[in-house]
Nanobody, 122 residues
Framework: QIELVESGGGVVQTGAALRLSCAAS????????FGWFRQAPGKEREFVAA???????GYADSVKGRFTVSRDNAKSTVTLEMNRLKPEDSAIYYC????????????????WGQGTQVTVSS
């Protein structure tokens, strides 16, 4: 099965940028769709962005125009570039993979990474 490891999180100030990386191993990623989700303490996990095996993308309204998701199948990585970060973006960010069409629903994703913490201070 595919294994996912997120990296790139950290503590930044409002307006800063971060690049999160999802490294996959165990299987080639070319046939998978990937999603990025985030979860803050006491809140439900929410959809952030997704990318299909054909590189079609989708974004939550809260991040559209600020975040960009991309993939590099040769390097087995999926990237989430986050710009103009806000305190509301603070959360643990998770990468997930699924053998299905692009989806905003966490239930559609079978494989998950352990998450990486993003903290945006005022």
């Amino acid at each position: 099965q595919i294994e996912l490891v997120e990296s790139g999180g950290g503590v930044v100030q409002t307006g800063a940028a971060l690049r999160l990386s999802c490294a996959a191993s165990g299987q080639p990623i070319n046939t998978y769709a990937f999603g990025w989700f985030r979860q803050a303490p006491g809140k439900e996990r929410e959809f952030v962005a997704a990318i299909t095996w054909g590189s079609t993308t989708g974004y939550a309204d809260s991040v559209k125009g600020r975040f960009t998701v991309s993939r590099d199948n040769a390097k087995s990585t999926v990237t989430l570039e986050m710009n103009r970060l806000k305190p509301e973006d603070s959360a643990i960010y998770y990468c997930a993979a699924a053998r299905t069409s692009i989806s905003r629903e966490a239930q559609e994703y079978r494989f998950w990474g352990q998450g990486t913490q993003v903290t945006v201070s005022s």
